[in-house]
Each structure stands twice: as C-alpha cells, then as structure tokens.
C-alpha cells in the first residue's frame, strides 16, 4: 500500500505537482522524509504537515475488513472475483478461473505454451463481462520477445468467431492490449512502479508480465557474492507492488517462470538453457562415465519466490501432442491435473485422457518435478548416446 500515488491519497493536485518536482510521487516517498524536509517542499507550516502525514497514512493503511464483508463483495460481483480460462474442467477447480487480487504463476519448460496460455488469457480480459471476460484492456510486459500479434488474432478468430466475426471487432480488441518490451531488470522495475495511473487512465484490467524468470537469471549470476540478495530484493520489491495493484484494482496479475535442475551430484543447471539432448535427459542425467544420475526439474528463482505467488500453475510435457497442466499451489483448489493440447484457438483440454500415471511429490509447490520431455523420447535418445556392451556404434542415431 505504500506504492500507492499521492494523487489518489487526497492530496490537491496543486501539492501533488509540487512534491513530484522533488521526485516525491508515493505515499512511501512522503512518509519517508522528517518534519523539517516536508514543511521545506510543501511550504507549509509545522501543524498542516502533522495533518497532511496523517492524511497519507490513513490513504496507504491497509483497510481491516471481515470475512463476511469479503464473501459479500464476490457473492454480490462473482465476474469480478476471477477471470474465466474458459478451460472449464480447470475455471471448476479453480473456483472461476484465474483469481484477481493476486499474483499467478505460469511455469515449465520452453514450448509448453506459456506464452500462448498468456496471450490467450489477454483475449479474454477484452471481452464483455457476459461472456466471461473483465471487459478491460491488458498491460503486457515482454521480456523475450516472443509475443505475437498475429498469433493474438489468431486465437481470438478461432476461440471465439461468433463474436470476433469482424475484422474491425478484431482490430478493436488489439487496440485494447498494451505492450512493453522491458529487456533489463531495472526497466521492468520502473514500468511496475509506473503501472498506477496507467491502470486508472486505460482502465486495465489484466497485467501480464511474460517472464519475470527471463530478465533476472541474465543479470544476476548467483555464484557471485551479493548477487543472490540483490537478486532476491530485486523480486521481493517487484511482488510487493504487483500485489498491490492486483489488491487495489481488484484485476489478476499473470507472471510467467522457467526452469531450473538440481542432480544428485548437488550440479545445478538452468534447464532452459542447456542444449536440446541434455534437455531431454534432465530428470535422469548421464554423467561423464555413462552413469545415470537422480535430478529434479522444479520452477526457477527459488523456494522464496515460491511464496511470492499465490497460485502456481504448471505446465509439463507428457507426449508429442499432449501436454499436462498442473495446479500445483492454490489457496482455493485442491493439487489437480489436465491433458491439454496447443490448437489454433489456443490451449485446449483433453478432458477424457486418463490419468492414472499422475504424480505428487512432497507438499512444497516450489519441489514439484517437472516433465521436460515425454518419457519413451527421452530414454531413446539417452540409450542411443550411452556406448552398447559389445563396443558396436549404433547405425541408426536420430538427432535433434
């Protein structure tokens, strides 16, 4: 709550014009400075700037609300509490679908369609509340270039023709997604703090920010001394106002993660960085003497973030056409899984897969492995690279 701007903490805009001269724009900005500083910039006297703290104190304490009084408010506008996926076995669980008022993790291997999941979800924030949609524009903050206008009409042509049956309907509703290209941690930081009044003057309703894991494992090398605090101040201080802002304005915020291997060996690897065979052979390793060894896939950025988020969905390989969605932390739903495959209209459940080969290990949502290929691939390729018993050199070695 302290991130939130003097100009919506009752301050007149005269005063605001004059404290943002001296680079003092937030609440916490104002509360930080002593007595003497604040009567220096607002030239005002001892007793006004006792009263203007206690203005700006009450406008940034957070509000105490009841149970009941929050039941009420969902009960009253059940549209406004989640953002539908139209992934109906998934919006059950979920209790409506993606939650507003906090923070949403996509995690999982490369080309497992987080991107799409999220450039899917950013057509449904544009569309009327009567169809399940927040009736809002989106912020999308791109830190690996990879999304796609093209792809964005796409999606919105095929999910729903009836009504983008126009291609002006179809032009519309891009003019209603915002895009940034932040490439640096210091940029995203920047356009996070600055997402207030935009959010209020484009009347948004969807923040996405695809991905938080991409800027931050390129700027920070953890085996440097301090790199891992600032690493870790860096992502608190960027959730602390995410959350703020998915709270104030009601609206789900949609971060997207990697992937990161520890082996046995105590080895830790950046699984969306290795090459495309040792990719296949992250959750049974081989080493150097042809032995394989124990790992674990799990999601990047550590066990502290992991409690950052407030629902953890995430997304793993299970065979060439199929994929396998997760829902591995929610303060709502139960630990499920679906069978989805990637579709011109986007993300498509395979409600009538079975599952019976599902797996839960442990009670720690930052633990769960991860499936970074589908088994019978992954062993081909391990058994094809492993030297035979008889010295012979396999005849036929597919590659990648």
């Known amino acids: 709550m302290a991130a939130k701007k003097l100009r919506r903490a009752g301050l007149s805009q005269e005063l605001c014009e004059r404290l943002s001269r001296h680079q003092i724009t937030t609440c916490q900005d104002f509360l930080c400075l002593s007595f003497l500083e604040l009567m220096k910039v607002t030239g005002q006297s001892y007793y006004d700037v006792q009263k203007l703290l206690c203005k700006v104190s009450r406008a940034c304490a957070p509000k105490m609300q009841t149970a009941y009084e929050m039941k009420l408010r969902k009960s009253v506008s059940p549209s406004s509490a989640f953002l539908s996926t139209t992934l109906h076995s998934l919006d059950k669980v979920l209790h409506g679908g993606v939650p507003c008022g906090s923070l949403t993790e996509i995690t999982g291997p490369p080309g497992c369609g987080k991107t799409q999941f999220c450039i899917m979800t950013s057509v449904l924030a544009t569309l009327p509340v009567s169809m399940g949609g927040l009736d809002g524009a989106v912020i999308y903050i791109d830190t690996e270039s990879a999304f796609s206008a093209e792809r964005l009409i796409e999606i919105a042509g095929n999910r729903f023709p009836t009504y983008f049956d126009s291609e002006e309907k179809l032009l519309c509703m891009t003019r209603s997604i915002h895009l940034y290209q932040e490439l640096t941690c210091g940029s995203v930081l920047k356009r996070i703090m600055s997402l207030e009044e935009e959010i209020i003057s484009k009347k948004v309703k969807l923040v996405i920010i695809d991905s938080i894991a991409s800027v931050v494992r390129k700027e920070f090398d953890t085996k440097l001394q301090g790199n891992l605090i600032e690493r870790s101040n860096f992502l608190a201080r960027g959730a602390s106002v995410l959350k703020y802002l998915a709270e104030?304005?009601?609206?789900?915020?949609i971060l997207t993660n990697q992937i990161t291997t520890s082996l046995s060996n105590g080895l830790a690897i950046q699984a969306d960085r290795v090459s495309p065979a040792d990719d296949l052979s992250l959750s049974e390793g081989a080493s150097g003497s042809g032995k394989r060894e124990s790992g674990c896939v799990t999601a990047a950025l550590g066990n502290t973030w992991s409690h950052s988020v407030n629902t953890r969905l995430i997304l793993q390989y299970h065979d060439l056409p199929t994929r396998q969605l997760l829902v591995a932390k929610s303060p709502v739903a139960p630990f499920s899984a679906f069978?989805?495959?990637?579709?011109?209209?986007?993300?498509?459940?395979?409600?009538?897969?079975?599952?019976?080969?599902?797996?839960?290990?442990?009670?720690n949502p930052a633990l769960q492995t991860i499936r970074v290929r589908n088994t019978t691939l992954k062993d081909t390729l391990l058994d094809a690279a492993l030297p035979s018993t008889a010295g012979e050199t396999p005849s036929n070695t597919s590659y990648l």
Not at 248 to 253: A, D, L, Y
Not at 346 to 360: A, P, R, S
């Open 248 to 253: 104030e304005f009601s609206m789900p915020v």
């Open 339 to 363: 069978f989805y495959t990637i579709e011109k209209s986007g993300l498509v459940l395979q409600d009538g897969k079975d599952q019976t080969n599902l797996t839960w290990e442990g009670t």
